[in-house]
């Protein structure tokens, strides 16, 4: 079983939707958990951590389940700049060790 | 959020030449840098861990001669493609850890993509 894996998709979505990604990890003792965000060609951004009691950041929700070992963020009225590939990403391990990332969600919001 | 700063942004050289990309922390100490590598429609592939004053742990099928790291302070280490061939070719991202506080968060450089003709 892969550390972090991700639905590849492509999801396309119309402007103005709500689109849920899911992410599970196979470490049950993992640390921490974020969502970073990557452009094209681009460097990947953080996004927002996720915390336990689940938290939110505008158009964007974050979910963590350490019962089953996913994670979810959720993105409500989707614009077209939403267009991008989502990493999940965990601290498997405790320590100073890197982080591990999925293989992203590529999501494309079509006007 | 902290700014890691990598430079060059783009390279193209011929085969055969070394190729040196250098990823600095520009507002926080990193004793932890990272450095990826990703190709076209790729996930990030973890190249190696840059240890300050220390050597580098190499990944499973990474070659450390090939591939220099340096982490001589704690803002700067760089990435040393030594004898590039078109086979390297790829974009090359660093990373550095804030740490302290609770953080675990990595903050990436802009990257380099490399082209080596």
């Known amino acids: 079983r892969k550390e972090v894996e991700q639905d590849p998709g492509p999801f396309n979505v119309p402007e103005g939707a709500t689109v849920a990604f899911n992410c599970t990890y196979s470490?049950?003792?993992?640390?921490?958990f974020f969502w970073y965000r990557q452009d094209c060609r681009k460097e990947p951004k953080l996004l927002m951590s996720?915390?336990?009691s689940g938290n939110e950041d505008g158009r964007f929700t974050a979910q963590l389940n350490r019962a089953s070992q996913y994670i979810s963020l959720l993105i409500r009225d989707s614009k077209l700049s939403d267009s991008a590939t989502y990493l999940c990403v965990v601290n498997i391990r405790p320590g100073n060790t890197p982080l591990v990332f999925g293989k992203g969600t590529r999501l494309s919001v079509i006007a | 959020g902290a700014v890691v700063s990598q430079h060059p942004s783009w390279v193209i050289c011929k085969s055969g030449t070394s190729v040196k990309i250098e990823c600095r922390s520009l507002d926080f100490q990193a004793t932890t840098m990272f450095w990826y590598r990703q190709f076209p429609k790729q996930s990030l592939m973890l190249m190696a861990t840059s240890n300050e004053g220390s050597k580098a742990t190499y990944e499973q099928g990474v070659e450390k001669d090939k591939f220099l790291i340096n982490h001589a302070s704690l803002t700067l280490s760089t990435l040393t493609v030594t004898s590039a061939h078109p086979e390297d070719s790829s974009f090359y991202i660093c990373s550095a850890r804030e740490a302290g506080g609770g953080k675990n968060i990595q903050y990436f450089g802009a990257g380099t993509r490399l082209s080596v003709l």
């Open positions: 470490n049950s003792a993992s640390q921490s």
């Open positions: 996720v915390y336990s």
